[in-house]
């Protein structure tokens, strides 16, 4: 029987361009007699390339091939069967399954504007997040530059606000910020 971590590996060995030829009664002297998956070498293969692609490090590679000096690691002899698994320790493991990451915080439903103060006059945006309590003498000229926006705005947020301003009511709220 196969143990089951070569066919958790088996399509990641598809990939590696070594051919994968499973328990290979014909190994080569490079391979361990004990070994139970063996792969075929082809032109450009390394130690450190076929260990990647099997979850291995080159040093577990190099201790199942014996016959596999550390200066021949660079440039392994094609056709050549080396063993990738041999079921000791450093050999073909399967990963660790991956935690699916936890789910995210439900977000925080949107910001709602702060409860108006009263008394203001109507109508003013629902959007509103900042207040101005109107007091003698202001203009909306002078509210509009004491906080930093235009007349548009200004008239924009405060739909009560005729044409030329007069109609800003002492004691009343005004909305200066969305």
Known sequence: ???SRIVLLFAAAVAASAVLTGPDPAATPAAAPHCYLHVKARAGDSCAG?????????????RMNPGVAAADCSHLTVGT???VADGSE???EPSPPKT???PSPPKSPP???????TPRQSPI????RSWHLVSKGETCTRIEKAVGISHTQ??????????DCSNLWLGYYCCIGV
């Open 1 to 3: 029987m196969v143990p």
């Open 50 to 62: 076929i260990a990647a692609v099997f979850n291995i490090d080159a040093a577990a590679f190099r």
């Open 81 to 83: 069967t080396y063993c």
């Open 90 to 92: 450093g050999s073909l």
């Open 100 to 102: 699916p990451p936890s």
């Open 111 to 117: 910001l709602s504007p702060p409860t108006p103060p």
């Open 125 to 128: 945006t629902d959007a509103c």
């Open 154 to 163: 200004f008239r924009k947020w405060n739909g009560f606000i005729d044409d």
